[in-house]
C-alpha cells in the first residue's frame, strides 16, 4: 500500500504541471517554467534534508560523514552484479526490465506521437495526462489496496502486466484519438505493476537491506531509462515513422496526420513491439514462487554490505547464500 502511495503521488504531479508548465511558457517564456522547475526541485531536497526521516538502523549508519568509502560502495553497478545470485531476484528484476523497457521508450516519445501523428493539440494533450493522472491516482490507492489483499502480490503483478500488454497493443494498432483515450484508461491501470513488484521485493527483503534490495529494481529501472528511449526511436525510424515538429493547429497537422496514415503499414510499430516484451515479461513473472520455503538464510548482499566495516571477517566465494530472504510472501 505504501509503494502504491508514493506512486500515486508522482502521478498527482501529472494533472497539474503539464497544464502549469504550458500556461507559464506561453505566458512568460520557457525561461521561467526551468528556474520554476529548479526551484521545485531545490525546495524539495531541502524538504528532505530537514523533514525525512532516517530509514536506515542506527547500527547501519556510517560513524560520521567523513567516513572513508569503498571503490565498492561506490560501484553503480554493484547491486546488479548480485541479481544472478538468486533465483526469484532474477526472475524478478527480469520481469521488471521487460516490462518497463517499453515504459521508459513510451515515456520518451508517446506524447510527441500524440502531437505529431494521432492530430492531437497542445491542450488535448495536457488533458489526456491529467486524465491518465487521475486515473492513475485511483488506480495505485483504491484498486491496488484491494488487490493485494484479494489475489495477492504475485496475482497483482500478473494482472498489471496483462493491462500493460492490452494497452500497449491498442496504442500500437490505434488509428484514431478516441482509441488513445480508451487505451489510456488502461495504461492507468497498468501502473500498479511497479508498486506490486516494490512491495514483493520489500517484504522478502532483511529490513536492514532494505536500500539494496530496492536498489537492484531502481538500477534496472536506470538501465531501461536509458535503452528504451533509443530502442523506440530505432523502431520509428526503421519503419519510416517521422516525429518531425509540425505547427500548433491548422490544416498542416491535418495533413501531416492523413498522410502517415495513409503509408503506415502499423500505426504504431514501437508500441507493438513493447507488447512482445511484455508478454514475455509475463511468461517469465508466472515463474516468480507466490510462497518461498521456510528458513532462517541471510542474503549474500548482506555481507556485502557488512563486508566494508568488518574487512577482516570476509567469507569464501562458496559461503554466498541467496539474495532474500526466504520469508513467505
Not at 529494481?217 to 538501465?223: E, F, H, N, S
Request: charge should be negative; aromatic fraction near 10%; glycine fraction near 10%.
Amino acid at each position: 500500500m505504501a509503494y502504491g502511495l508514493v506512486s500515486a503521488t508522482f502521478a498527482a504531479s501529472l494533472v497539474t504541471s503539464p497544464a502549469i508548465g504550458a500556461y507559464l511558457s506561453r505566458a512568460y517564456g520557457d525561461s521561467l517554467v526551468v528556474v520554476l522547475a529548479s526551484a521545485i526541485a531545490m525546495l524539495d531536497i531541502c524538504f528532505i534534508l530537514v523533514a525525512v526521516p532516517e530509514s536506515l538502523p542506527e547500527k547501519m549508519r556510517p560513524a560520521s560523514w567523513g567516513a572513508p568509502i569503498s571503490w565498492e560502495q561506490a560501484d553503480p553497478f554493484a547491486s546488479l552484479k548480485k541479481v544472478g545470485q538468486d533465483s526469484t531476484v532474477l526472475l524478478i528484476c527480469i520481469t521488471v526490465f521487460l516490462s518497463y523497457l517499453p515504459e521508459a521508450g513510451q515515456y520518451s516519445s508517446f506524447f510527441l506521437y500524440l502531437r505529431q501523428i494521432m492530430g492531437f493539440s497542445s491542450e488535448s494533450v495536457a488533458a489526456f495526462i491529467a486524465v491518465l493522472g487521475l486515473l492513475s491516482i485511483v488506480a495505485q490507492t483504491v484498486v491496488l489496496s484491494l488487490l493485494m489483499r484479494s489475489i495477492g502480490n504475485k496475482n497483482t503483478i500478473l494482472l498489471g502486466l496483462g493491462f500493460q500488454i492490452l494497452q500497449l497493443a491498442w496504442y500500437g494498432f490505434g488509428s484514431e484519438p478516441w482509441m488513445m483515450w480508451a487505451a489510456g484508461a488502461v495504461a492507468a491501470m497498468s501502473s500498479i505493476t511497479f508498486p506490486a513488484v516494490s512491495a514483493l521485493v520489500s517484504r522478502t527483503a532483511d529490513p536492514d537491506q532494505q536500500g539494496v534490495g530496492q536498489g537492484m529494481i531502481t538500477g534496472i529501472r536506470g538501465l531501461c531509462n536509458g535503452l528504451g528511449p533509443a530502442l523506440y526511436g530505432f523502431i520509428f525510424y526503421i519503419f519510416h515513422v517521422e516525429l518531425d515538429e509540425v505547427p500548433d493547429g491548422g490544416e498542416e497537422v491535418e495533413r501531416h496526420t492523413q498522410l502517415h496514415q495513409q503509408s503506415a503499414i502499423i500505426p504504431g510499430p514501437p508500441f507493438l513491439f513493447g507488447a512482445c516484451s511484455v508478454l514475455l515479461a509475463l511468461l517469465v513473472a508466472l515463474f516468480i514462487p507466490e510462497h518461498t520455503q521456510g528458513g532462517s538464510r541471510a542474503g549474500s548482499w548482506k555481507k556485502h554490505a557488512s563486508a566494508h566495516g568488518h574487512q577482516h571477517s570476509a567469507q569464501p566465494p562458496e559461503a554466498k547464500e541467496p539474495l532474500l530472504q526466504d520469508t513467505n510472501v
